[in-house]
C-alpha cells in the first residue's frame, strides 16, 4: 500500500545508524548560535555583580608629577628683605587611598539588584533554549511530514502512470473512450504538479533543517509525542505556568529591580561618610623646601541638602517604573495562562485528528478498491476511479499532517508550561550551568581575562 511507504518515517521502527528527534535537539542546544549568543549576555550580565561589589571595596591612587618651575620672590627675615630667585624641578609621588563607609545603603541595594539581573538573565536564557528546543522539534517533524508527503505523491503517480497506460489499453480495445484517456492524463498532469511543490517544499524545509538543528537531515527516526512531562489536567498545567514558566518568573526578577531601584535612588538623599589616606613625598617643591613628606589620614562627612530635584525625580521615576514592572507580571501570567489553554486544546484536537485521519485512510482504500473493482464491471467511469484514488492521497497526507502537528503540538503544550528543557527531556547532553561562570567572576578583585582564557 502507498500509505505504507508514506508514513514509515513517522510510524516505522527506528533504522540502524538513524538520527531522533532527541539527537537533534541536543545538537540544536549545542550548536544554535542564537543559544550561544544568548549564554554570552548571561555571562556579560554576570559582570554587573562584581562591579556593584566594588563599592564597598578601596579606592588606590597612585600620583606623581614633574615639571621646571622659575621663582622670583622677595623674603623677609629679621628686618631684612632678600631676593630669591632661581629655578627648580619640583618632583613627588604619592598614594591615595579612599573607603566609603556609608552611602545610604547605595552599594548594598545595587549588588541585590545587580543580582537579581542576573536570575533575570538566566530566565531569559531558558525562554531562549525552549524557543530553540521548540524550533528543532517543530523543524524534525516537519522534514519528516514533507518526505513523507513526498513519497505519497511519487507514488500516486506511479499509480497513475499505470491507471493511464491500463486507460489507454481498454480505448485500443474499445472499451472506455478518448475522454476517459484525457481525464487519466489530466489527473497525472496533476499529480506530478503536486509532487512538484511536495519536493520544493521538502527542499525549503533541508535548508531549515541545517539553519535550527546545524547539519544536513539524515534518516530520520519516528518523532514521538511528550506527554509523559505534561500535567495530566488543564488546571494543573495552567497552575504549573504560573510557577515555572521561565517568562513569569523573568517578570517577578524584574520587580525585585525595580524595586532596588527605589531604594538606590532615595540612598541618594542620606549622608555620605568616606576614610581618606593620602601620603606624599615631594622634591623641590620650592626654592627652600628641597624635600617633604606629608601624610594625612581624614574622615568626610557629605550631606546632601539640595541638588536642584533631580534626585526626587529620579526617585518618582523609580517608582514609577515598579508599578510598571507589577503590571508586567499580571500580563505575563495572563499570557501564560492563555497560552496553556490555546496549546491544550491544540493538543487535544491533534490527538482527534489522527484518530479521524486514520479512518479516512482506511475508509478511503476501502472504497478505492471498491470503485474499482465496480469499473472492472463497467458500474464506475475511469473519473470515479480517479477522484477515489485522489481522495486517499489527499487522506494519507491528511494523516502525515495530523501525525505531525500531534507531536509538534505537545512540545509546543510543554513550552507553554514552561518545562520544555534537556533536564526535563533528560537528552543526552552537557547541561549548560550559568552559575559556573558566575561564581567565577563575582569575588574577582582585579583581572582582565574570561574564566576561559580571553
Excluded: C
Excluded at 545595587?110 to 525552549?130: N, Y
Excluded at 481522495?391 to 491528511?398: K, M, Q, T
Aim: hydrophobic residues 40%; neutral net charge.
Amino acid at each position: 500500500m502507498v500509505f505504507a511507504v508514506a508514513a514509515a518515517p513517522m510510524l516505522a521502527p527506528l533504522p540502524a545508524g538513524a538520527e531522533t528527534i532527541e539527537s537533534a535537539l541536543v545538537l540544536a542546544y549545542q550548536n544554535n548560535p542564537q543559544l550561544n549568543a544568548q549564554r554570552a549576555t548571561v555571562r556579560a550580565t554576570d559582570e554587573t555583580v562584581p562591579q556593584a561589589l566594588s563599592g564597598y571595596r578601596p579606592r588606590v591612587n597612585v600620583n606623581s608629577s614633574i615639571g621646571e618651575q622659575y621663582t622670583n620672590q622677595l623674603v623677609s627675615s629679621g628686618g631684612v628683605t632678600m631676593r630669591q630667585e632661581g629655578t627648580t624641578v619640583p618632583r613627588s609621588v604619592g598614594v591615595t587611598a579612599t573607603q566609603t563607609l556609608f552611602n545610604g545603603l547605595q552599594t548594598a541595594n545595587r549588588t541585590r539588584a545587580a543580582e537579581s539581573q542576573v536570575s533575570a538573565a538566566r530566565e531569559g536564557l531558558r525562554v531562549l533554549e525552549q524557543t530553540v528546543l521548540l524550533a528543532a522539534a517543530t523543524i524534525y517533524m516537519d522534514y519528516l511530514r514533507d518526505s513523507a508527503i513526498v513519497d505519497v505523491q511519487r507514488s500516486n503517480v506511479r499509480v497513475l502512470e499505470e491507471t493511464l497506460k491500463q486507460t489507454r489499453d481498454r480505448f485500443n480495445v474499445g472499451e472506455v473512450t478518448r475522454t476517459d484517456v484525457a481525464q487519466s492524463e489530466a489527473q497525472l498532469a496533476a499529480g506530478r504538479s503536486q509532487l512538484s511543490v511536495a519536493e520544493s517544499n521538502l527542499n525549503t524545509t533541508r535548508a531549515n533543517y541545517r539553519r535550527i538543528i546545524g547539519v544536513d537531515p539524515g534518516r530520520l527516526a519516528a518523532g514521538t509525542p511528550v506527554d509523559r512531562h505534561l500535567p495530566s489536567t488543564l488546571a494543573g498545567a495552567i497552575e504549573r505556568s504560573q510557577i515555572e514558566n521561565p517568562s513569569v518568573t523573568a517578570a517577578m526578577y524584574g520587580i525585585d529591580v525595580s524595586f532596588l531601584q527605589v531604594k538606590i535612588a532615595e540612598g541618594a538623599l542620606f549622608p555620605t561618610v568616606s576614610a581618606m589616606i593620602n601620603v606624599q613625598q615631594s622634591y623641590d617643591s620650592s626654592l627652600s623646601v628641597p624635600q617633604m613628606f606629608t601624610a594625612l589620614a581624614a574622615a568626610q562627612v557629605t550631606v546632601p541638602i539640595y541638588q536642584g530635584g533631580a534626585e526626587y525625580a529620579l526617585i518618582r521615576q523609580s517608582k514609577e517604573t515598579l508599578a510598571q514592572q507589577r503590571l508586567v507580571l499580571d500580563l505575563t501570567r495572563d499570557q501564560a495562562r492563555a497560552s496553556v489553554v490555546q496549546a491544550w486544546g491544540q493538543l487535544q484536537a491533534a490527538k482527534a485528528q489522527v484518530a479521524s485521519a486514520q479512518v479516512q485512510v482506511s475508509a478511503s482504500e476501502t472504497a478505492l478498491n471498491g470503485v474499482r473493482e465496480e469499473a472492472r464491471v463497467g458500474q464506475r467511469t475511469t473519473l470515479d476511479v480517479l477522484n477515489a484514488q485522489q481522495a486517499l492521497v489527499n487522506a494519507r497526507v491528511a494523516l502525515v499532517t495530523a501525525q505531525h502537528d500531534r507531536v509538534v503540538a505537545s512540545y509546543n503544550t510543554l513550552t507553554a508550561v514552561g518545562r520544555l528543557s534537556p533536564q526535563v527531556l533528560r537528552l543526552a547532553t552537557t547541561v549548560y550551568d550559568p552559575s559556573v561562570h558566575y561564581h567565577q567572576t563575582r569575588d574577582s578583585w582585579f583581572g582582565v581575562r574570561t574564566p576561559d582564557g580571553q
